[in-house]
């Protein structure tokens, strides 16, 4: 079983929709999370952390549910330039380096 | 410029070849991470560095070495390339306090025939 699980998708969605991503990790004494982005043949980019009591930046709002090892992205009146595959990321306790889920992409059409 | 690059973008090599890979950040971020991506994988760590002269194993090690003489330097080397090490590697560098930022250079591509 991975570490940390994403529906690759792709996510197909008109403009303007609002659209959610979801990802479980398997360990859980996992500490931090976060969502990063990565367009299409370039380097991954931190989105935004994630919270216990949630957290929102903008059209993006990220979740968490320690209980059920759960992680979700939920975007809100979705642009063009949305399009890009969301990477879920977790940071283990007493581990340096993050773990990354495959990726969910994402294809907002006009 | 300021920020982090790798050498060469792209590299086409024969399996039994020696490849080095090139990192080079000027943050003076104190962690160095390689990590290779392929199709249905994500992003797999192979080694990472807490500072200069201090490295260790991630998840994928095995056919590759890397070293790290000074801070803003991470190489990693495959020492006799497979076509298994097909793939895009990322390095990517953060600062000891903030681990989690971590900063990605552009990737490689490489592809081993």
């Known amino acids: 079983r991975k570490e940390v699980e994403q529906d690759p998708g792709p996510f197909n969605v008109p403009e303007g929709a609002t659209v959610a991503f979801n990802c479980t990790y398997s360990n859980s004494a996992s500490q931090s999370f976060f969502w990063y982005r990565q367009d299409c043949r370039k380097e991954p980019k931190l989105l935004m952390s994630v919270y216990s009591s949630g957290n929102e930046d903008g059209r993006f709002t990220a979740q968490l549910n320690r209980a059920s090892q759960y992680i979700s992205l939920l975007i809100r009146d979705s642009k063009l330039s949305d399009s890009a595959t969301y990477l879920c990321v977790v940071r283990d306790t007493g581990r340096r380096a993050l773990t990354f889920g495959s990726g969910t992409r994402l294809q907002v059409q006009p | 410029d300021a920020g982090i690059t790798q050498s060469p973008r792209y590299k086409i090599t024969e399996t039994g070849r020696q490849v080095t890979l090139m990192c080079h950040q000027t943050w003076s971020h104190s962690y160095m991470f390689w990590y290779r991506q392929d199709l249905g994988h994500g992003l797999r760590l192979i080694y990472y560095?807490?500072?200069?002269?201090?490295?260790d194993k991630g998840e994928v090690p095995d056919g590759y070495v890397v070293s790290r003489s000074k801070t803003e330097n991470f190489p990693l080397t495959l020492e006799s390339a497979t076509r298994s090490q097909t793939s895009v590697y990322f390095c990517a560098s953060s600062p000891g306090t903030s681990v989690q930022t971590q900063y990605f250079g552009p990737g490689t591509r490489l592809l081993v025939l």
């Open positions: 560095s807490a500072a200069a002269d201090i490295t």
